[in-house]
């Protein structure tokens, strides 16, 4: 429990740095690298140079030995569960054998793409386990206009996964022409939240989503765009931010024009902020490229008879200056 607290405020503290260019991830593990086809696997007995090899994994996950009948299985193992089963073969003919074996050149990955609103755009090799966060972490957090949401993109399937891994992913894959992919939100991966935080596969492409806007428009202090930043936006509080609504607003009927879900056609909310205002009613959550209309509020019929007499209203304050009377039929 201790190290899980040590290693998640390390990560906080790297989420706030702009880290060190680099495009290698190399912390080892317990298991460490997983070996896959590509890489390259060099083996030395000591005294005994007959038994050496260096051999490419084919495709199978295999290596093909000179001392071996059949193919020598080493996908998905690391160089010391390698070293342990070269250890057995040559134990059929040497009695003691000094083994080192290593993985010379590692080509089994493809790197992990990071784009978006993050500090440190490119491509990272992984060489062992890694999750969203430190990835994250790695290419210096995310810019100020980052969004609330991050998608990861699986290009490929995940290689030496678990079951479960494999299994939280099936439901991803569309009808087989589009890429897998999963959304994550980045308040729930700060907050240390495990379903929030996915280990990451090489070949994996994350994207850091920018935020996206709301519009308030009409009688309100300065009508504008506003990004919904991470946690996202009420409809009181981006008011607010916009320095609040002009006096002669219809405050008990703003209008929210709302897209339907996969549709480029809006939906209509009516909405009276007055009672959001007063706690009396539920504030709504703004959603991207919502619309939010504050008309001007209808004069009331004694207010229009108060213009009248106090010449307010130009356009009548002249009629009655110019000697014409008019009637009024209500």
């Known amino acids: ?25 190399r912390v080892s593990e317990t298991r ?20 050496d090899f260096e051999k490419t994994v084919d495709e199978n996950g295999n290596i093909e030995l000179p001392f ?49 609103e993050i500090k440190t755009q490119g491509p990272v090799l992984l060489t062992r386990q890694t999750r969203l966060f430190e990835l994250i972490s790695f290419s210096g957090g995310v810019t100020e206009d980052a969004g ?19 299994d939280s992913w ?9 890429v897998p992919s999963q959304m994550y939100s980045l308040s729930s991966l700060r907050q240390g939240r495990e379903d929030a935080n996915p280990i990451i596969y090489p070949g994996d492409i994350i994207i850091v989503e ?44 703003i209008t929210i024009h709302r897209l339907k879900a996969n ?14 205002k007063a706690g009396k009613q539920k504030d709504v959550v703004l959603e991207p490229y919502d619309i939010v209309e504050v008309d001007k509020s209808k004069d009331s019929v004694l207010e229009q008879i108060l213009k009248i007499a106090i010449g307010v209203g130009k356009t009548t304050a002249g009629t009655l200056s110019g000697g014409i009377s008019q009637r009024i039929l209500y």
Do not use: W
């Open 1 to 25: 429990m201790k190290r899980n607290i040590i290693l998640f405020a390390v990560s906080i503290f790297c989420l706030i740095q702009i880290v060190s260019a680099q495009t290698t991830v």
């Open 68 to 116: 071996s009948d059949t193919p020598v299985s080493v996908m998905c193992k690391n160089e010391r569960e390698v070293k342990g089963d070269f250890t057995k073969l040559l134990q059929k003919y040497l009695r003691s054998p000094q083994v080192d074996v290593n993985v010379t050149e590692r080509k089994s990955r493809p790197p992990v793409t990071v784009y978006g």
């Open 170 to 178: 099936k439901n991803s894959i569309g009808d087989g022409l589009e």
């Open 263 to 276: 549709s480029k056609d809006r939906e209509i909310i009516k909405v009276n902020y007055d009672l959001i």
């Open 210 to 253: 920018r935020a996206l806007p709301v519009y308030i428009v009409g009688e309100v202090h300065s009508p504008q765009g506003i990004y919904l930043k991470d946690g996202g936006s009420t409809l009181y509080e981006a008011i607010a931010k916009i320095g609040g609504i002009n006096r002669d607003a219809k405050t008990k009927e």
């Open 32 to 51: 460490g690298y997983l070996i896959g086809p590509g890489d390259k696997i060099a083996g030395k007995v000591l005294g005994e140079g007959q038994f």
């Open 148 to 166: 609330g949401t991050i998608k990861v993109f699986r290009t490929q399937p995940p290689m030496c996964a678990d079951k479960s891994e494999e």
